[in-house]
């Protein structure tokens, strides 16, 4: 480690996000960057120029992933690998995911401008479609890449108009020629805000994630019997709406019933007929558990649907659960997490270790190769919204750390 070497260019980067940050500007300060939308193109082309510019060899896979490699001593070495998404959520911020690219774009400017040549390749990369707020499901592009998913699949996914991934994909002009496929590589580095409070209430500028959370998703279906609202006595109705709320609290309870060391969460909610004078007669509402540990996320789940069945039963409403997705937690390559830590720390900055509660691209990367992250802070914790912010000191701090994890793995033979 060579904490006395090179520095990102903090103001380039700076200069780069805000860049990025016009392109599909929203009102309230925040990005509105949709998968495959016109954004979503136009970002594309200027991250593609930029590449070009800093002479890296840019590809594009079959996915619309792109990538920019820069050439190492020895080509046949797998390389080192950085970077992160550009789409963002409707109304998202203008750090999440860019600033995992810009930074991996900013580390390959640095190496260029002062004659770096190192041992393996290094390859830069924005994988498509990270946020599946338009196309479900997350994480998709690197999820193919990983082999994970069905590439003919994921072309046929729809957006909520009807349009077709794959179409989309060939009508901006980015469904390459490269087969979406993962290569052998020897780091996989990924620069991220936290997306949480932590950082920020703890004092620290680097988190250290050891890995992601498990994800378990379910969709609840409760049936009840409609009636006009005045005639109906409160006796022996089978009101949909109040069970499924009763249902809402037991989620909320559960972490604290279980013992802690996880989190649920209900945030999606549909009332039908959903009118003011008639009992509802169906509520489909959706769980997320989330969790370091998968048996206790399973259990967590085996004891909550009891307390649903009960409460179902109690008020005569037929109960449907359906088991929509469920990733197990995924641990980081230990030895890079290790070297994020002590990378972080010889450059002078302030670091947490962490987990991630948030699903990222290298998910996936971490299925194929040694990963890990780089979380900067969020202020109060926010993301997903317009106020999603981080302090360009701390964008720098990041960069800077990507910048000598990556030089440290590429040196290696
Ligand atoms: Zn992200």
Redo the contacts with the bound molecule.
């Keep these: 480690m060579d904490p006395g070497g090179l520095r990102v260019n903090g103001k380039r980067l700076r200069n780069g996000l805000e860049l990025m940050a016009e392109i599909g500007a929203t009102p309230g300060g925040g990005v509105q960057r949709l998968t495959l939308s016109p954004e979503d193109k136009q970002a594309r082309g200027l991250l593609v120029s930029w590449l070009e510019e800093t002479g890296l060899d840019v590809t594009v896979d079959e996915m619309g992933n792109i990538f920019g490699r820069r050439h190492g001593k020895d080509d046949n070495l797998p390389p080192v690998m950085a970077g ?2 550009a789409d963002s959520q409707p109304k998202g911020g203008r750090f ?2 860019i600033l995992g690219v810009m930074g991996a774009l900013e580390v390959m400017r640095t190496l260029v401008e002062h004659h770096v040549t190192t041992e393996r390749p290094v390859v830069l990369v924005d994988w498509t479609n ?2 599946g707020s338009r196309f479900a499901p997350a994480m998709m592009a690197s999820g193919v890449w990983a082999g994970k998913l069905e590439r003919d699949w994921a072309w046929q996914r729809t957006d909520a108009n009807g349009l077709v991934f794959g179409e989309e994909l060939e009508r901006i002009g980015y469904k390459g020629a490269l087969p979406c496929a993962s290569w052998p590589f020897h780091a996989y580095y990924e620069l ?1 805000i936290e ?1 949480g409070p932590l950082l920020e209430a703890e004092g620290k500028t680097i988190g250290v994630p050891k890995g992601i959370l498990c994800l378990h998703w379910y969709d609840i279906y409760v049936d009840g019997e409609a009636n006009q609202v005045g005639p109906t006595p409160m006796e022996g109705r089978s009101d949909a709406l109040v069970a499924a709320a009763e249902m809402i609290l037991k989620v909320r309870e559960l972490p604290a019933k279980m013992g802690g060391n996880m989190v649920a969460t209900v945030g999606e909610i549909q009332n039908y007929p959903n009118s003011r004078n008639i009992i509802p007669d169906l509520v489909h509402f959706t769980v997320d558990i989330r969790s370091w540990d998968d048996e206790l996320a399973l259990r967590s789940w085996d004891d909550v649907e009891a307390d649903f069945e009960a409460i179902a039963t109690r008020h005569g409403c037929p109960l449907r659960v359906e088991e929509r997705w469920r990733v197990q937690h995924n641990e980081f390559a230990p030895h890079l997490v290790g070297q994020v830590q002590a990378t972080a720390e010889a450059l002078g900055y302030s670091t947490l270790p962490m987990v991630s509660g ?1 699903g ?1 691209d290298a998910s996936y990367a971490a299925m194929v190769g040694p990963t890990a992250m780089i979380f900067v802070p969020s202020i109060e914790g926010r993301s997903h919204v317009e106020v999603e912010d981080t302090t360009w000191e701390d964008c720098e701090a990041g960069a800077n750390v990507l910048l000598s994890c990556v030089l440290q793995s590429a040196a290696e033979r």
């Design positions: 992160s998404h999440d995911g990270e946020e991220h997306q948030a990222h």
